[in-house]
């Protein structure tokens, strides 16, 4: 028996879903609230999936307490307030018993039979109960393909087989034909056939949809829950870029007075194809950085992977919007009766410079307040070179304290969309999308409670390039920075009279002296996940950095002593006092989880390592290189940078950070009023741990890490907090609690290891 399957309208089972109602006092419709929704004789899928697919639900419950409607009553109150009433209706519990016995034979229970019935309560209060037979799931015993065309790349297909979550490609029963033993899934079919569309549209075959590929089921006769699969494809023919237009308009333009500059023949084209480039006057551009973001060439096979990149090396210039693109020049669909299909680009750039002001709150020691000012040309010389130059200030209040911390900062930046040398050689390599140098130069003062940074500057190279949507590159190539700092003479005295120990006094004291410090730096990073929402997906971000050798090159060459190394050399200023440098390499590994839980409800963990390491000469890590914990974005039942290290007093010794930390972080967030005030309201419980340690070359033996003991200094903090979600920015308010209570910030009663935290975005 041969059966054929379209996808999402699953047609392979035996019997229908029986829909029964069973409904009390012979009314023709229930009328009331829904207290219950249960699922009986589910076994294979659990409770909280099946309460995603169905549409009858009860108003939310705190901590599931019976009756605690909480968001129910605050409707009750005000129409804009909480949740409405969750109403009993037959027609969608009807609609939900299809619902449950589509999403089952989606996932291979062709034989599920559901019913529903609703009981009474009490008066008006209605409970909701589906009954579930899944029978037994139907296996995929193998996967066939036919019709799939010869590609220029014999790989191809191979690759595209190999790559496949659908068949075992090292169990094949013949060329075409594989071993899967999967569970029916209509979600993993689908996926192929969009891989099988993918491969055929960046292979030349630009008409290919869904219509070309027909899957078809077969039933074993023997065994009706053993079922073959086979793709049917159908190409189409092969296309091949056309000419290629792009028009460059300035903003709000409507003379059209284009400048033409028309490209053909190798490198650009193939001949007889060209590329026809149009830019206003008054856009500035050279048509140079237009021809450099196509990333195919008009006369080679149609690649729709490049098609689209290049829409994306388009956007991502940072310098103009995309108004339209397409494969025609009215944007409609192609015209399919040509093998050579043309490409239209039209651009618009946006103003030429820009003026922003900013202020905004925080909270680091103390709440502060800071603001900001920046002027930027996103395209300076016609290239999209961005250029921006800016000031940045903040004030702190702790109170009680006459001298509270500020800071005042200016920059330079200057970045184009390419790489520069040593990496320019890799422009035009498709592994590198959007490729991005960036020079930075920033000069600023700080002043902090007990130390102040007279002079910090910093210079930076940066090379960054995407992979693909999620995943990017930065290559800090080199990181330089200066400061000159210098310890309060309140803050060298509380030391002197708290320390007696000598070469413990001496060894806090060198965190504040003048340094200079060099970094190569590498990032990892993966986003797949809403930047504000944070509401699915994952994030996961690696670093690894070396440090301090350019310094040792710059001693060894120029300032080395006839007896040794000392680590240091004469300091730039003329103040007498030498730099110091450090050499190190450090690493850290931060990757976070969020899991929808219905529709207003999130589940969020994250966990981090990072661990520095000196050599050479060096015994410490520079102090802005350090780890910290503590603050409204890390630990929170902690004051910002007052956690560790290990069981470290603060109060008695001021042990600035550590070398090694490792923490994890819990957190439930709950939207339980949606846009009240135009916002919504978000509920979160969190539980954050771990802790910093000094590493085994620190010269400090407070808070050195130890793998019989570091596991009794893992701080706890929990508590609960509100967010305001305005879907741009969320605000956030946390009230945090130290659950263990490690020596720092000593105290016994509740209100000694409280703390409130205000940040912007979600912790984490």
């Not at 603001?371 to 004030?395: D, H, K, V």
């Amino acid at each position: 028996m041969l059966l054929f399957l379209l996808l999402f309208a699953p047609s392979v089972h035996a019997n229908a879903a029986k829909i029964t109602q069973v409904q009390p006092d012979n009314r023709s419709e229930p009328e009331g609230l829904v207290r219950s929704v249960q699922f009986n004789g589910n076994d294979a899928i659990s409770n909280g999936v099946l309460q995603t697919v169905v549409r009858t639900r009860t108003n939310r419950e705190i901590f599931s307490i019976p009756g605690a409607t909480l968001w129910l009553g605050l409707n009750r109150i005000s129409s804009r307030l909480g949740e409405a009433p969750r109403m009993i209706n037959s027609a969608t519990i009807a609609q939900d018993v299809e619902r449950l016995r589509i999403f089952y034979n989606n996932n291979g229970y062709l034989e599920a039979t559901i019913e529903s019935e609703i009981r009474e309560l009490r008066r008006n209060r209605w409970q909701v109960i589906f009954r579930i037979d899944e029978g037994e799931p139907s296996v995929m015993r193998t996967v066939s393909f036919s019709g799939i065309p010869e590609f220029e790349d014999e790989r191809t297909l191979e690759r595209f087989l190999s790559r496949s979550q659908l068949i075992r490609f090292s169990e094949p029963v013949n060329d075409s034909t594989f071993v899967s033993n999967r569970i029916y899934s209509v979600d993993l079919i689908s996926e192929e056939r969009n891989r099988i569309l993918s491969m055929l549209h960046n292979n030349g075959y630009a008409s290919a949809n869904r219509d070309s590929i027909v899957v078809q089921v077969r039933r074993e006769r023997e065994d009706p829950l053993n079922l073959d699969l086979a793709f049917r494809v159908k190409p189409g023919s092969v296309f091949y870029f056309g000419d290629v237009r792009i028009n460059l308009s300035a903003p709000q333009s409507t003379a059209g007075n284009f400048v033409s500059d028309t490209l053909s023949g190798p490198p650009v084209t193939f001949e007889p194809w060209q590329m026809i480039i149009n830019i206003e006057p008054d856009t500035r551009t050279r048509s140079r950085l237009m021809q450099q973001r196509v990333l195919f060439t008009p006369g080679e096979r149609f690649n729709n992977q490049l098609y689209m990149s290049t829409v994306n090396q388009f956007q991502t210039l940072g310098m103009l919007s995309l108004r339209q693109f397409s494969l025609s020049e009215g944007g409609g669909l192609p015209d399919y009766s040509s093998e050579f299909l043309p490409v239209y680009f039209d651009l618009e750039t946006l103003p030429r410079h820009q003026l922003r002001a900013d202020f905004f709150g925080m909270q680091r020691i103390g709440l502060g307040l800071g603001a900001g000012l920046q002027y930027s040309n996103n395209n300076i010389f016609g290239s999209a070179e961005r250029f921006e130059l800016g000031l940045n200030t903040s004030y702190e209040f702790i109170e009680g304290n006459q001298e509270n911390p500020r800071s005042i900062e200016t920059f330079v930046n200057y970045s184009f969309p390419r790489f520069a040398f040593p990496f320019a050689g890799f422009n035009n390599d498709t592994r590198f999308l959007n490729p991005r140098t960036r020079f930075q130069l920033s000069y600023g003062q700080i002043r902090q409670i007990n130390f102040t940074v007279d002079d910090n500057v910093r210079f930076s190279m940066r090379f960054q390039a995407n992979h693909d949507q999620t995943t990017t590159s930065f290559f800090d190539l080199l990181e330089l920075e200066w400061f000159d700092a210098n310890i309060t003479p309140a803050f060298r005295e509380v030391l002197e009279e708290t320390t007696t120990d000598p070469l413990f006094l001496q060894l806090i004291l060198e965190d504040y002296r003048p340094q200079i410090n060099s970094l190569t730096r590498y990032t990892f990073r993966n986003a797949a996940t809403h930047p504000i929402r944070r509401d699915r997906g994952f994030f996961l971000e690696t670093s690894v950095e070396i440090g301090g050798n350019l310094p040792r090159l710059l001693e060894e060459t120029f300032f080395e002593r006839p007896d040794s190394l000392r680590g240091t050399f004469p300091s730039f200023s003329g103040s007498g006092r030498d730099l110091s440098y450090s050499q190190f390499v450090k690493g850290s590994l931060d990757y976070r989880q969020y899991y929808p839980i219905g529709n207003n409800s999130v589940f969020a963990w994250r966990g981090f390592v990072g661990l520095a390491y000196p050599y050479g000469l060096s015994r410490t890590i520079p102090l802005n290189r350090r780890f910290f914990a503590g603050g409204s974005n890390d630990i929170r039942g902690w004051n910002p940078l007052t956690l560790g290290p290990g069981t470290n007093d603060r109060n008695l010794n001021p042990i600035n950070g550590g070398d090694i930390k490792l923490a994890g972080y819990l957190e439930y967030r709950n939207t339980f009023s949606r846009n009240f005030l135009s916002t919504n309201w978000i509920f979160a419980a969190f539980t954050d741990f771990g802790n910093v340690w000094t590493g085994p070359r620190n010269e400090i033996d407070e808070g050195k890490f130890s793998l019989n003991t570091f596991w009794r200094e893992i701080a706890v903090g929990s508590g609960i907090g509100l967010r305001l979600d305005w879907e741009f920015v969320v605000f956030r308010v946390d009230f945090a609690y130290r659950v263990t209570d490690l020596g720092n910030e000593p105290g016994t009663s509740l209100l000694d290891r409280r703390n409130i935290h205000f940040g912007i975005g979600h912790s984490f």
